[in-house]
């Protein structure tokens, strides 16, 4: 019963900002430790950022979206947020939240996130 449900993405110009949000449905997760992923047709899933439970501290960001990316959270509406900023054409992708380390289970849709030059 448990559902991630991703939104947030869409179509930005290269330098542009954006902010997810990822929605926890069937339980609460304000304990867990909720992580930020994206993945490109035809690639494997990648780590983007991640986040502590009840203290709400960044666990670390991929070296690739460091100094731009922010990862924060709202434990009181079950949510997590991805802000980035200077976007880049290399972040086009689908972007996906769950735990961390992921759970096989709660895998959702993704939001689309397209960044154009």
């Known amino acids: 019963q448990v559902r991630l449900v991703e939104s947030g993405g869409g179509l930005v110009q290269a330098g542009g900002s954006l902010r997810l949000s990822c929605v926890a449905y069937g339980r609460t997760f304000s304990r867990d430790v909720m992580g930020w992923f994206r993945q490109t047709p035809g690639t494997e899933r990648e780590f983007v950022a991640a986040i502590s439970g009840r203290n709400g501290m960044s666990l670390g960001y991929a070296d690739s979206v460091k100094g731009r990316f922010t990862i924060f959270r709202d434990n009181a509406k079950n949510t997590v947020f991805l802000q980035m900023h200077s976007l880049k054409p290399e972040d086009t992708a689908v972007y996906y939240c769950?735990?961390?380390?992921?759970?096989?289970?709660?895998w959702g849709q993704g939001t689309q996130v397209t960044v154009s030059s």
């Open positions: 769950n735990t961390h380390p992921p759970r096989a289970d709660y």
